[in-house]
């Protein structure tokens, strides 16, 4: 049964085998390692019976690259170019990817989002990091006025930046968090905006 990815349909690598062993249970499927080093290529041909070459598909996987590749990156790789001779062969409807090979495009894609707002909250933090203390103490202290004004004038991009939840490992921990949904810091931010009108 196909896999709905982005509104595409896209068929599983065992589900194109089985297609493949249902129609012509006497062709081969033929995996050949190009390369088994940091970077694995994998060929894979599809066979009739008489050997004649019906659908070729290529791969390639870095090791480490994700989990699934740090224990596995040759299987993995083998299985996406046979995902792709077998596309060659018409099995797997109108797209050449495979499910597997989708699913593991949009997590990969989820990883390197993640990784990169990390990597912009950490400059953020860096960038600002004496106003973020001042922040901190100011709740801690109640200073409401002093953390709103100095939240505010962080500006909406740095905000933005350093806006990742405490328990996803963000600047503010959960104490700062609560202080920030008290409503003496609300006041403080409306008295602010008011001042500034």
């Keep these: ?28 499927l033929e995996s050949e390692i190009l390369s088994n080093a940091d970077i694995v290529v994998i060929k ?6 008489s050997g004649r070459v019906i659908g070729v598909g290529h791969a390639e996987e870095v090791r480490g690259s994700t989990n699934i590749n740090k224990t596995s990156a040759l299987e993995n790789c083998e299985t996406s170019a046979w995902g792709r001779a077998l ?29 990169q707002r990390f990597i912009v909250h950490n400059n953020a933090v860096r960038d600002n990091l004496e106003s973020i203390i001042f922040v901190k103490n100011a709740l801690r202290t109640e200073d409401w006025d002093g953390a709103a004004e100095a939240m505010v004038e962080l500006g909406d991009e740095v905000r933005m930046a350093i806006g990742i939840a405490a328990t996803k490992g963000g600047v503010f921990d959960l104490e700062d968090t609560r202080l920030f949904k008290t409503e003496e810091y609300a006041a403080a931010r409306t008295r602010y905006f008011e001042d500034k009108k």
């Design 44 to 49: 894979a041909t599809v066979k009739d019976e």
């Design 1 to 28: 049964m196909p896999i709905k990815i982005h509104n595409k349909e896209y068929t599983t690598v065992a589900e194109r085998i089985a297609q493949l062993r249902g129609d012509h249970a006497d062709w081969s």
């Design 87 to 115: 596309a060659a062969c018409n099995y797997g409807g109108d797209q050449v990817a495979s499910a597997n090979e989708v699913g593991d495009a949009v997590i990969q894609q989820a990883v390197n989002d993640s990784a």
